[in-house]
């Protein structure tokens, strides 16, 4: 049995530099034609000097393979000016509340002290990309930071504006509220509950943030992706930590899910007997919603089996060690 996809984009993507970048990059780039860079570096990619070095390693790291890396500024107040210089080089900006998550520090503190950049990108027509979660009880943060999104895309009504990694059941019903308001969900949120996490024995490669829900939640999420929500975009968030940040006390979030994410698409939506979904889900959604076009690229996947390696260099991936059914056989 063999499935093709046709230009697969990762919507939300870490890459880190240095070392992890060389040793993740290739990954991504193989299976992927695109993928969205975050810019949650330290210090942040948040001015055109830094995103076009970023820019100019990852196509260093990423060798032969057909991807375009779509750069994003890390939210600040930017000037008129900064703006305009950066439009064409960047994708979208990534806004995180301050301390919400890794390398979060430089994030916004007041929203509404903001919103000058807001109105900018809206007239601009740059997309906002929101990490959004509260500071409250960790079942609850995002839940609580639902209507923040719903007040900006009312307020700002042609700012297309993403839910970046939505893990709640209220999340995907905010969807269909708001005409700008749009999603991204990743792999391990389709698969993984609380329970996966801390239920048992205490799993750290599945600790991440948004830290992962409630059975319904996913189950909300899972149905959304198999029908291809057409609001609905595939975005990985992979993101590699070392075993040495993972394996330890004071345990960094994170799910290193990039070399898993295409066989285990395939998977789900083969198991729920949906697979013709599978292309707008990974791909035909992202380039409507956001009217650009990926690479082409063919990827097949074949049912001949797959064992996945216990790392990569420094990093544990996620279903390490596990058989697969499912496995990239052709890229063309
Ligand atoms: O689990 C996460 N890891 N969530 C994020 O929002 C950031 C990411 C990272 O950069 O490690
Ligand atoms: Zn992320």
Same mark, same amino acid.
């Given at each position: 049995m063999e499935f093709t996809i046709n230009?697969?984009?990762?919507?939300h993507l870490h890459l880190r530099e240095g070392a992890m970048l060389e040793c993740v990059t290739p990954l991504t780039a193989q299976h992927f034609s695109a993928a969205i860079i975050m810019p949650n570096l330290v210090p942040p990619v948040d001015n055109l000097e830094r995103l076009l070095q970023y820019r100019k390693e990852i196509e260093a790291a990423q060798?032969?393979?057909?991807?375009?890396? &779509?750069m994003m500024l890390f939210f600040r107040q930017y000037s008129e000016a900064e703006l305009k210089a950066a439009r064409e080089h960047i994708f979208g900006i990534k806004l995180y509340p301050?301390? +919400? =998550? =890794? @390398?979060? $520090? +430089? #994030?916004?503190? +007041?929203?509404?002290?903001v919103e000058s950049t807001f109105a900018l990108m809206e007239q601009m027509g740059i997309p906002l990309m929101i990490h959004g979660e509260t500071h409250g009880f960790v079942m609850d943060r995002e839940k609580e930071f639902l209507p923040v999104y719903a007040k900006l895309a009312e307020k700002f009504p042609k700012l297309k504006i993403t839910m970046e990694h939505i893990t709640t059941r209220d999340a995907v019903e905010l969807l269909?509220?708001? $005409? @700008?308001l749009y999603a991204t969900v990743t792999l391990h949120h389709l698969v993984i509950t609380l329970n996966d996490v +801390? #239920?048992? &024995? &205490?799993n750290p490669h599945l600790f991440c943030k948004p830290i992962a829900k409630r059975p319904e939640d996913r189950e909300a999420l899972l149905q959304a992706a198999l029908a291809a929500h057409p609001k609905l975009m595939f975005g990985s968030d992979s993101a590699p930590h070392p075993i040495s940040k993972k394996e330890c006390c004071g345990c960094a979030a994170g799910l290193f899910t990039a070399p898993v994410c295409l066989p285990t698409l395939v998977e789900l939506f083969e198991q729920h007997d949906v697979l013709d979904n599978l292309q707008a889900f990974v791909s035909g959604n992202a380039q409507r919603i956001h009217n650009f076009t990926a690479p082409s690229k063919l990827v097949k996947l074949e049912k001949i089996g797959l064992q996945m390696p216990a790392r990569y260099g420094d990093v544990v991936p996620y279903r390490a060690g596990e058989s697969l059914p499912w496995a990239v056989t052709q890229i063309s």
């Open positions: 230009s697969p984009i990762d919507m060798g032969d393979d057909v991807f375009d890396p &779509l301050a301390g +919400a =998550t =890794t @390398n979060s $520090e +430089a #994030g916004v503190k +007041a929203l509404d002290e269909d509220r708001y $005409e @700008n +801390a #239920g048992g &024995l &205490l």
